[in-house]
């Protein structure tokens, strides 16, 4: 949200500068995002008065001005503006000043072989509006040699930040209030005037959808005349970011900027019957004021008369009935809008507006007739008009319950000792009712509805930083470790998988539902999403790890390597995963290995066993699995458990209607690891046997198998490892060859002695229990 200075001295009386008061706001929650001051963009501008203004002698529409600047010594400017004439004031940009609008930088030049000084700027060049037809005219008495920033009132402007929970400050006057609990000035409230009706209102209004809708407020107002609106009110706009269009929309602009309160002007004239809020029919369509046409449902609040709907009530106005140049006679009309609907039917319209921002958030439902009577005020100031009486249809629900508060919870939950009587003196400045040790939260504080909101009302005003740091509590001795078993294990897979040459993804964990769907759907689904593309909870992290190897791959990465940890939502419950993705060249292309080569299924398969064993799984005990799933590759592709119903992990190539579906380039390799399954370690307490390396050399022995081809070299590799535990130290396959007729696999098998060296019948004696442990599994000795 933009201001500027002078609005917010309109509220509030202060001598604070820019820089105090931008600190202030942040310290209290108001996040100033930056200020820029109109002074710096007006630098080398000023006024002048034309002396004289001759016709350019090559050129018809140019004419030759010559300029007094204010230090005696006139300028020759060159100017095309057809109301340039000699006697008139106007801003003169001198060489060196940068044109606001286009960012030009002004030099001396010849223009059409006359020297020409600077330029003569219109409205739209200095950004204050869209008139650009001629430059811009100043009454008789601007003074001469002014900077424009002086002359013109111009006030540094704020960019605050307003969080979601504090709809109380998307308008200045809010912000204000806040400013002045924190003693950095006086708060000026708004003075609400009264108006003196003329006739009771022609126009029926009621409302027949009090849920959506519970109060409907208007007047007419007849006799008005609109043009444009007032400069300090333009001037204000401008800062805040709107755009000046007439001074009746100009009206409804400047007090939803000023009070946070959205409401709308019709054009009488273009209504027919009773005004009415009401449910939309479905199928009804209207075309807003931005020129597009929607079409409503029957879970829309919408103002209709008897010919149809001129309003999405509470977002954004119609077309057909909004107020232009002609307009005479005028509806005015301020509701209070249910915050649910408003963001339910602005997420369904996918449509956006200032008034749908502050009516979700929650408006002051108590400011209604306030709030009429100062629009009613400024229209008749700016244009004119005779008001008719109030009509008052619904009742707004302005009651607020009771909070019981222990003054001393602003110690215990907020770390600040305040005396209560400085609690309730802060309270009190921000609108709190306090009877003893009972407090309620003004109405336009939906916000706040517990002890705990009360407690950071105060710590927020005395400042954060008032929170002393205080070191806690240690017992002597070695510290006992404060990580949960699940935060080590999080710990050292992201260590490990960065030794691995990953690098780490931190996705959204939210979704669009179609890619939810690829994964059967996601159980938990989000009822006010940011967007459409993130309202499904992820059942898995391959859409946005897909999303980022896609990004990464876009933007000229020939090899990604990504990891993530994080959560799965699934209807059983949250499930605490890490996933790995490789796409791209696994190695560049070289003259000893000739083409690039790229991932495939067993380097998955390394990193999820490697990312395990980091993670304290017994890979030991690893059974390999050959259904993963049908989201994967049915041929390239496993799991790997301690049982079927005990998964770890799974591997290898997302099925190809997945990568086609996620973006995925050929050769895209994944890994799941589930690492709620992974088992705890046995002996947490006991302490790690001291190495101590063997005395002898260890011996190898090779063996050659045929196998059947549904044989796991993984399975072979653990029935020969169990042949014999307290000799056998270690198998590995190294050779795996395929002919016509048969499958061989050579592994090499690691023996250590223990007191003495191996006798040639002992080997003789393991090898035949690893012959006879590897035909268990279907393996025969090659001859």
Known sequence: MKFSLEWLKHFLDTDASVEELAEKMTQ?????????????????????????????????????????????????????????????????????????????????????????????????????????????????????????????????????????????????????????????????????????????????????????????????IKGVKNGASPDWMQRRLIAAGQRPISALVDCTNYLMLATGRPAHVYDLAKLSGTVVARRAKAGEKVLALNEKEYELDDTMTVIADDTGVHDIGGIMGGEHSGADENTTDVLLEIAYFDPDRIAKTGQKLMLTSDARTRFERGVDPAFLDDGLALLTDLILQTCGGTPSEVVRAGTPPTTREAIAFDWNRTAALGGIDVPQDRQVEILQSLGFTVDGDSVTAPTWRHDVDGQADLVEEVARIVGFDQVPSTPLPREEGVAHPTASRSQIVERKLRRAAASRGFNEAITWSFIPTEQADLFGGAPNIVANPISEDMKAMRPSLLPGLAAAARRNLDRGADSVRLFEIGRRYLAEGERPTAAVLMTGNKAPRSWAKGKAQGFDAFDAKAEAIALLEAAGAPTGNLMLMMDAGDTWHPGRSAKLGLGPKKILARFGEPHPSLAKALDLPKGTVIAELYLDNIPAPKNQERARVQYSPPALQAVTRDFAFTVPSDLAAGDLERAIAGADKKLITGVRTFDRYEGSDALSLAIEVTLQPNEKSFTEEELTAVSKKIVEAAEKKGATLRA
Do not use: W
């Open 28 to 220: 209290i929650g108001l996040e100033v995002e930056g200020v820029e001051d109109p002074a710096e963009r007006f630098e080398g501008f000023s006024v002048a008065h034309v002396l004289t203004a001759d016709k350019h002698p090559d050129a018809d529409k140019l004419q030759v001005l010559t300029v007094d600047t204010g230090d005696g010594k006139p300028l020759q400017v060159v100017c095309g503006a057809p109301n340039a004439r000699a006697g008139m004031k106007g801003v003169l940009g001198q060489p060196g000043a940068t044109v606001p609008a286009n960012g030009m930088v002004l030099k001396k030049a010849a223009i059409r072989g006359v020297e020409s000084n600077g330029m003569m700027c219109s409205v739209r060049e200095l950004e204050l509006g869209d008139e650009h037809d001629g430059i811009i005219e100043l009454p008789e008495d601007a003074p001469v040699g002014a900077t424009f920033a002086n002359y013109s009132g111009a006030s540094p402007v704020f960019d605050v930040f307003i969080t979601p929970d504090r709809a109380d400050c998307m308008g200045v006057m809010g912000i204000a209030r806040d400013l002045a609990a924190a003693g950095i000035g006086t708060f000026k409230p708004v003075e609400v005037p009264t108006i003196e009706a003329s006739e009771p209102c022609p126009v029926e209004i009621r409302t027949d959808d009090p849920e959506g809708c519970p109060a409907f407020y208007g007047r007419v």
